[in-house]
């Protein structure tokens, strides 16, 4: 979900003028998100060793070089080189550029809508390790939408229960409405915060409204 130093997306990032129109270029960033996902920052990642910026250098195994290889190869081949010798390169680059920007605006859209909005917060590390909770923390920094659509809970495999998503990641995602319930009652019982949109529109709003806030200098 971080983008800097291309968006500003909380109060601790530093801010730079163009930021003040991060509402509205969003666009195209998420698009290519899947790209640079699939073809830098994986390989980011496999070179340093470390899966985070604060994550710790790790050594991989043999096994682990040969799955990230066979699988990086084997993309190659069938989503660039088969359909370029069966339609021509032409063809290819605009499918694969329109398949490639629909799904990373999707995939963005989805995450940030979990945790980018107005109401989540954003724990900083200079606060010191152990100052909060793991399970608060889990429900302040991200948030709910859309949870009575059952059509949207199953085209999105249960991530708009994104604090049940979190709290219970081994739990099967058909469980989570009914896990939603009990953690709202134990957030009411112990004054803790519970973050929910009740529909994907009302949180994209959110977002975009999040977006214009933190672009402006005075924040």
């Given at each position: ?80 080189v088969v359909p370029i010798v069966l339609v021509g390169w ?61 059509t949207l809970h199953w085209l999105l495999g249960g991530l ?60």
């Amino acid at each position: 979900i971080d983008v800097k130093p291309f968006m500003r997306l909380h109060e601790g990032q530093p801010y730079h003028s163009y930021h003040r129109y991060q509402h509205i270029y969003w666009v195209v960033l998420y698009g290519i998100s899947y790209i640079a996902w699939i073809f830098y920052e994986d390989f980011q990642k496999y070179f340093s060793g470390k899966f985070s910026a604060n994550s710790e250098k790790k050594k991989l195994s043999t096994k682990e070089h040969f799955i990230f290889w066979f699988t990086k190869i084997t993309y190659v081949l069938v989503y660039i080189v088969v359909p370029i010798v069966l339609v021509g390169w032409l063809s290819w680059l605009i499918g694969f550029l329109i398949i490639t920007f629909v799904c990373g605006l999707a995939i963005s859209i989805v995450f940030q809508l979990a945790h980018v909005v107005e109401g989540t917060a954003f724990h900083q590390p200079q606060d010191g390790p152990g100052t909060q909770e793991w399970a608060i923390h889990q429900i302040n920094s991200t948030a709910d939408f859309g949870t009575s659509s059952k059509t949207l809970h199953w085209l999105l495999g249960g991530l708009n229960f994104q604090i049940e998503h979190h709290l219970f990641p081994r739990v099967s995602h058909i469980h989570y409405p009914a896990l939603s319930r009990l953690v709202k009652e134990a957030c009411r019982e112990s004054n803790v915060k519970y973050n929910e949109y009740s529909s994907m529109f009302s949180a994209f709003m959110s977002h975009l409204s999040h977006l214009r806030n933190l672009g402006r200098a005075s924040l």
